[in-house]
């Protein structure tokens, strides 16, 4: 008997993130970490003096920051990719039980009930695509120095200094939890999470 | 439906957490003057009081950023520097670094200003009047314009005649009241005061008169040869002169 097509295949596995998703998340993540790197050779004194080059890096910096809005850009001619900033946007009152439990640090898996994504991990992805907004806008006033009069310039270098400050450290929490968290890489990096850690880490996703 | 979906019918907090972080963007914008004065009279506190050197670190518009557009930079000591005097001269001249220090010294004080917004308030510069060592040189009637380069390997700057021998242009020795160290471009930099930042090369070694402008590093990818604060890059606020 040929089976239905909207059966579910009967394996072990999940499917968490479609190809398409996964490598708007390697872009995105490569194109930030060159941010990141080429802010660092240009901001810490010593590595500025350790790397020199001024005019390469600054370039590096410039183009790599203003194409890291083009992968989620582009992801969004993706139905699933979509699909997954509706559910990144809304929050139902399990997401609220989930963040009293973190910040009680209760990590309990029955007080911290998430659907595919956890309260955390919404207002991350909230939060980072707004600052790199607010980093893309500031870093075009930077650059292109005939568009403000320098007062705007000088706020918009504050601006820029402690948000990537910031970004810098939600970062590395980012990447900490992930470090932390194998099965969650390995959805990331395959696109399938097993059966028994999706319903333990995130109880209300059904697809 | 609801029990399958928990998310479908939630409040869109994620689009208002984009949207906040936005808005406070744009506010950190207008509002960073008044900020940035407060953090840097804190952080300026806190720093005395640091011994980990960890407040260094943080944001602060009040310090100086290093800027090197060369891949390594030669150190240059009493013994190894030099600074030539050449091109449309009478009396081409090779100065030592006790040389200069043996002229006459000019001290000015002025806000630092670089093009890309950050500056440095009222910062002593001690050095000798650029004027002064061109006299020396006895400048020829044809030239136009001054070329400076550096021991850097890469950088280059220049001014016309006129500006080079205005009294607010030295070659710095002294920078906040202590001999200019390596990162600032130490043993010796130029220092245009009215101009914003980047026409004050870091490790001079030549000045050469020239019959016309020509543009230095920055210049050649964009900026201002006429560097004035307050009138070009854009800037229309107070001038630093």
């Known amino acids: ?207 | 439906m609801n029990d399958e979906h928990p998310e479908e019918r939630g409040t869109p907090i994620g689009r208002r957490v984009f949207l906040g972080t936005l808005a406070l963007g744009a506010a950190g914008v207008v509002a960073a003057p008044p900020l940035q004065r407060g953090l840097e009279a804190f952080l300026g506190g806190a720093a005395d009081k640091d011994p980990t050197g960890l407040t260094g670190l943080l944001p602060n518009g009040g310090g100086f950023r290093y800027y090197s557009v060369a891949s390594s930079v030669p150190r240059k000591n009493a013994g190894s520097y030099r600074l030539t005097v050449d091109g449309l001269v009478a009396r081409p001249t090779t100065y030592t670094l006790d040389a200069l220090k043996a002229l006459p010294q000019t001290r000015l004080v002025r806000d630092v200003q670089c093009v890309t917004g950050w500056r440095v308030p009222d910062t002593p510069f001690e050095g000798v009047r650029l004027s002064r060592i061109l006299d020396a040189a006895r400048v020829r009637p044809t030239a136009k314009a001054v070329r400076f380069t550096c021991f850097d390997g890469t950088y280059t700057e220049s001014l016309t005649l006129d500006q080079a021998r205005r009294a607010d242009v030295l070659v710095a020795l002294r920078m906040q009241d202590k001999d200019l160290g390596h990162s600032h471009g130490g043993p010796v930099r130029l220092y245009v005061a009215p101009m914003y930042f980047y026409k004050s090369a870091k490790w001079l070694s030549g000045i050469t008169v020239t019959d016309e402008v020509r543009p230095g590093y920055w210049e050649e990818r964009g900026y201002d040869i006429d560097a004035w604060v307050g009138r070009s890059n854009g800037r229309d606020d107070d001038p630093t002169s």
């Not at chain 1, 600052?131 to 870093?139: E, P, Q, S, W």
């Open chain 1, 1 to 207: 008997m040929t089976p239905r097509a909207d059966t579910p295949p009967v394996t072990a596995d999940v499917r968490r993130f479609t190809t398409l998703q996964r490598w708007t998340h390697r872009t995105t993540a490569a194109l930030m970490g060159i941010c990141v790197i080429t802010a660092a050779c240009l901001y810490v004194p010593q590595l500025a003096e350790l790397v020199g080059r001024r005019a390469l890096v600054v370039t590096l910096h410039q183009w790599s920051g203003l194409a890291l809005p083009v992968p989620v850009l582009a992801g969004l001619a993706s139905r699933a990719f979509r699909a997954d900033l509706g559910r990144l946007n809304r929050f139902g009152p399990h997401d609220r039980t989930w963040l009293r439990a973190a910040l009680r640090r209760d990590k309990r898996h029955a007080s911290r009930p998430a659907a595919k994504f956890n309260a955390g991990q919404k207002l991350y992805a909230s939060w980072i695509a707004g600052a790199t907004l607010v980093m893309l806008a500031t870093g075009l006033m930077m650059w292109f120095t005939h568009l403000t009069p320098l007062l705007w310039r000088t706020s918009a270098t504050f601006v820029h200094d402690w948000l990537a400050l910031t970004m810098g450290i939600v970062l590395a929490g980012h990447i900490g939890m992930a470090l932390a968290d194998p099965e969650s890489r390995r959805g990331m990096r395959t696109g399938s999470v097993s059966r028994e850690w999706a319903s333990r880490e995130h109880s209300l996703w059904r697809e």
